[in-house]
């Protein structure tokens, strides 16, 4: 079964850092471009970042462009997302995504982590 | 704040056909993108409902169809039923923006 679960949620003091893990199963993780979107409670969906097959190239939204970093470890079938310097506005529940790769659409979705930004 | 504009809301009675707008411009959907299609459940991640403008990936039922036309697109629900209530978002890239993953307003479905 194709799967992806993320985990590294939870409360951080808006300055603070945290990192993301998302697993991925049940299909050739270096075969596809990787993301990150994002959801406040109550908002919409909002892409975060983008990382290619090999790790090569990556990308960003305005919004995280240098306080948040995606990698991934295709040894392990693992994808990152660092996050450095949290302000509230960074809370969300955070998903996984696969997408093929060259399009910005994705096809398989994690269950998302909640990070919650606050004093 | 999105660069792609969806009504908040739409609703039909089941059975009936409702139809979701998705309004862009010349740096996304007017430049030729493609527009990709999501379904959300309540309290669940987002599903893939229709890819590249008109495609629906396999189980998606063929009650749902996506077109493309100038700047804008559409999704397309006939024979509404109970369990399409949801939240519906359209994507496509955006040439003017980093990165560039963007996503529209989002549109609540309500079977009355």
């Known amino acids: 079964e194709v799967q992806l679960v993320e985990s590294g949620g939870g409360l951080v003091q808006p300055g603070g850092s945290l990192r993301l893990s998302c697993a991925a199963s049940?299909?050739?993780?270096?075969?596809?471009?990787m993301h990150w979107v994002r959801q406040a409670p109550g908002k919409g969906l909002v892409w975060v970042s983008r990382i290619n097959s090999d790790g090569s190239s990556t990308s960003y939204a305005d919004s995280v462009k240098g306080r948040f970093t995606i990698s991934r470890d295709n040894a392990k079938n693992t994808l990152y997302l660092q996050m450095n310097s949290l302000r509230a506005e960074d809370t969300a529940v955070y998903y996984c995504?696969?997408?093929?790769?060259?399009?910005?659409?994705?096809?398989?979705w994690g269950k998302g982590t909640t990070v919650t930004v606050s004093s | 704040q999105s660069v792609l504009t969806q009504p908040p809301s739409v609703s039909g009675a089941p059975g009936q056909r409702v139809t979701i707008s998705c309004t862009g411009s010349?740096?996304?959907?007017?430049?030729?993108?493609?527009v990709h299609w999501y379904q959300q459940l309540p309290g669940t991640a987002p599903k893939l409902l229709i890819y590249?403008?008109?495609n629906r990936p396999s189980g998606v039922p063929d009650r749902f169809s996506g077109s493309k036309s100038g700047t804008s697109a559409s999704l397309a629900i006939t024979g509404l039923q109970a369990e399409d209530e949801a939240d519906y978002y359209c994507?496509?890239?955006?040439?003017?923006?980093?990165?560039?993953?963007?996503f529209g307003t989002g549109t609540k479905v309500t079977v009355l």
């Open positions: 010349s740096s996304n959907i007017g430049a030729g993108y493609d």
């Open positions: 590249g403008n008109s």
């Open positions: 994507q496509s890239y955006d040439s003017s923006l980093s990165g560039s993953g963007v």
């Open positions: 995504a696969r997408g093929p790769v060259g399009y910005y659409y994705m096809d398989v």
């Open positions: 049940g299909f050739t993780f270096s075969s596809y471009w």
